[in-house]
């Protein structure tokens, strides 16, 4: 029941539709002056996990905090000066964050639970901040069902590093698989690149 009232506070965040949801601006003012941005491990609201982003070996493309990560850099490069999220696992690690990492392919299936970290929103908001960020780019996944209708929630934010405020976010919701046909996350980055202040 805690998984689903994460899921759905993600969702209601910021409302839209399937095809297109609105870019809600929070803070117009503070985002125009948001030049340097912390990418965040791409994180999984259901487990309450991050996805290893460090991960190198078969099916690596495959991962979702590596293909939000590349996707990020070729998209919001030319607007921001970005910090990978290589660099932000070591400043969440300072915060005491428990990072693990995935050795192999098979480590999921082999033990779910052995590769399975997380951190907070303040913890990531202080790691951005401890590295020099003037922003967190933060991407999460939830699953929920309406009705007997399993359905997908992808939740994009871009926050504050000195307050912890949502300065800007967008949100898609649509069938299981979202994520992973990777065109969902590039079409919610460009509309930051294009759209934010």
């Known amino acids: 029941m ?12 910021f ?4 095809v297109r ?3 809600v601006i929070r803070d117009r003012e503070t985002a125009a002056k948001v030049k340097t941005v912390a990418i965040m491990p791409f994180f999984d609201v259901q487990y309450q996990m ?13 991962i979702p905090a590596i293909m939000f990560d590349k996707n990020a850099r070729e998209i ?21 964050v428990e990072y693990k990492h995935t050795d ?3 480590a999921a299936v082999k033990d779910p639970d052995s590769i399975r970290w997380g951190y907070t929103l303040a913890q990531a908001v202080q790691a951005g901040k401890d590295m020099g960020a003037d922003a967190v780019l933060l991407c ?8 007997n209708q399993p359905s997908q929630a992808l939740v994009l934010r871009l926050v504050d590093a000195n307050t912890g405020k949502t ?18 996350v590039r079409q919610l980055l460009t509309r930051v690149a294009k759209e934010a202040p």
């Open 15 to 18: 409302t839209g539709c399937v």
């Open 167 to 184: 300065l800007l976010g967008l949100n898609a919701t649509g069938q299981p698989g979202l994520f992973s046909k990777d065109v969902v």
């Open 140 to 147: 999460a996944q939830g699953q929920y069902f309406t009705g």
């Open 50 to 62: 991050a996805f290893d982003p460090l991960y190198k070996g078969f099916g690596d493309s495959f």
């Open 76 to 96: 919001l490069g030319q607007r921001y000066q970005l910090m990978g999220q290589d660099q932000s696992v070591e400043a969440l690690k300072k915060l005491g």
């Open 21 to 23: 949801p609105a870019l």
């Open 104 to 106: 192999s392919s098979w």
């Open 2 to 13: 805690k998984r689903l009232s994460a899921v759905l506070a993600l969702t209601a965040l």
